[in-house]
């Protein structure tokens, strides 16, 4: 069965730190891999995500992601954080028909 | 575009009463909906599909008789808990997929419902 792990359950950062979010699945077929964000108090939104080519995916608010198909990974970085970034953000991969498996979340904390 | 509501936001009810918790795609037609279940500190977990028109078909463990799934048209889908009890209690998130054609369709995200059972 497919499953989704991220490394950090908690992370707190500066202003303007960079951050890196692991996040690693199992699966041994074709992926299509995602973030999600979601902000305090709203619902889920798509930060960015990968299907095929550039393994480099670049999405909103400054986020990317890298996609190492060796080593199953699929980590979240952005090189300055705001403290408007403090939201709790999920891993995820498409299982097959659509349906969505999601990692454990990282509550990510930004002092200002 | 591309907006999700849930409806109610929160609900109380009391051990063995029936909660029924909506699902709308404000303007999109959605063919498919998904429900998750979120616990404290832990992951959403899918509990079932809906396809507008069908039977929902739902993940392994998850009961369909205690978690009823109605999708009567493109742009609404209801969860109904039956019997609830308070281990019941929890976090309950929709998510729509856009009707178009391709591979993958983006589902978006409703807000959340938070069920407490007394």
């Known amino acids: 069965a497919q499953s989704v792990s991220q490394h950090n359950h908690h992370v707190i950062l500066s202003e303007a730190a960079s951050l890196e979010l692991g996040c690693n699945y199992s699966?041994?077929?074709?992926?299509?891999l995602f973030w999600y964000v979601q902000y305090p108090g709203q619902h889920l939104q798509l930060l960015l995500k990968?299907?095929?080519?550039?393994?480099l995916v670049k999405g909103i608010k400054g986020f990317e992601a890298e996609f190492i198909k060796s080593k199953f990974s699929f980590n979240l970085r952005k090189p300055s954080v705001q403290w408007s970034d403090t939201a709790e953000y999920f891993c995820?991969?498409?299982?097959?028909?659509?349906?969505?498996?999601f990692g454990a979340g990282t509550i990510l904390r930004v002092k200002s | 575009g591309a907006v999700v509501s849930q409806h109610p936001s929160w609900v109380i009810c009391k051990s063995g009463t029936s909660v029924k918790i909506e699902c709308r795609s404000l303007?999109?037609?959605?063919?498919?909906m998904f429900w998750y279940r979120q616990f404290p500190k832990q992951s959403l977990m899918l509990m079932a599909t809906?396809?507008?028109?069908?039977?929902?078909?739902?993940e392994q463990g998850v009961e369909k008789d205690k978690f009823l799934i109605n999708h009567a048209s493109l742009t609404l889908s209801t969860l109904t808990v039956t019997s609830a009890h308070p281990e019941d209690s929890s976090f309950y998130i929709c998510?729509?997929?856009?009707?178009?054609?391709?591979?993958?369709?983006?589902?978006?995200f409703g807000p959340g419902t938070r069920l407490t059972v007394l």
């Open positions: 998510s729509a997929r856009v009707r178009s054609g391709g591979a993958y369709n983006e589902q978006f």
């Open positions: 699966y041994g077929g074709t992926v299509n």
């Open positions: 990968y299907f095929s080519g550039d393994p």
């Open positions: 995820a991969v498409n299982a097959g028909g659509n349906k969505l498996v």
């Open positions: 303007d999109f037609q959605a063919t498919t």
């Open positions: 809906s396809n507008e028109g069908s039977k929902a078909t739902y």
